[in-house]
């Protein structure tokens, strides 16, 4: 049976109370609903990026302690980071993977800068501390870029794309801009989705026909379970789509064979 990677992105950047406990307890529920990796930024209690890593490391081994999923964590966000600073969880011995980010864009009304000087420093450092990138597009020129980037460095293969959809001012999140970015994702790789301002599952149910090997869910991108309900929780959205994958005679994986499938620690 065909499984796909269920990602769950738990804290909206709108989000202004950072609590550990909560987060790690939400996440913890995530897991046992079918989630295999857990995507954070470093925020600080405000929920604002930052370079210090003590909140962050106190969910991570929270989550840690009680269950064994993937941890990614995030090399961006919208901020005055330098991208030394946005490097930061790198270092993390309790991070497995990082996203990945290859080219600028707009969101809403602030601009997603990453030039390409900062964009080879991330690729770097990220071969050099062993973490397994996921490598999000927003246009298909991100998609080309990243092309480029595989023929100068030696990644671990399969590099995993996520197709990101649905910011206003890049990619809209519609089946044209979908299938448009799947032809230019190249061979040998694999690729999922990412929705941002999701009000239904129809997209994520046609990208998984289409062959998306991961979907992220969670509040960081939508808090919609239909384009009536709004969920207090995580945990729905992810038992959605799981439930929407077993609909179409899917799985969710498991850690262990996520970390087998994209090579995650080495494996």
Excluded at 149 to 158: I, K, L, S
Aim: proline share 4%.
């Amino acid at each position: 049976m065909n499984k796909v990677l269920v990602s769950v992105a738990p804290v909206a950047s709108t989000d202004t109370n950072i609590v550990p406990e909560k987060i790690a307890a939400e996440v913890i529920q995530c897991w046992k609903a079918g989630a295999a990796m857990v995507h954070l930024h470093v925020r600080d209690a405000q929920g604002q990026l930052t370079t210090d890593m003590e909140l962050l490391n106190e969910t991570l081994q929270l989550i840690r302690q009680e269950s064994d999923m993937i941890i990614e964590v995030s090399t961006g966000g919208v901020s005055n980071l330098s991208i030394q600073e946005r490097c930061v969880p790198l270092y993390s011995e309790l991070v497995e993977a990082c996203s990945l980010n290859v080219g600028s864009t707009n969101l809403g009304k602030a601009v997603y800068c990453n030039p390409l000087d900062e964009v080879e420093y991330c690729i770097k450092e990220l071969l050099k501390q062993k973490k397994t990138p996921e490598v999000e597009v927003f246009e298909i020129g991100h998609i080309h870029t990243m092309q480029e980037f595989m023929g100068q460095y030696d990644f671990v293969a399969p590099v995993l794309f996520s197709i990101v959809l649905g910011h206003q001012g890049e990619a809209p999140a519609t089946p044209q801009a979908l299938t448009t970015m799947i032809q230019m994702i190249p061979a040998g790789t694999l690729w999922g989705i990412t929705q941002a301002n999701r009000k239904d599952f129809g997209l994520i149910a046609a990208a998984l026909g289409l062959g998306a090997r991961t979907v992220r869910i969670g509040f960081e991108d939508s808090r919609y379970l239909d384009t009536r309900t709004v969920v207090g929780s995580n945990v729905p959205l992810v038992e959605k789509t799981v439930r929407l994958l077993q609909a179409m005679d899917k799985e969710p994986m498991s850690p262990a064979e996520a970390r087998q499938l994209f090579k995650i620690g080495g494996q």
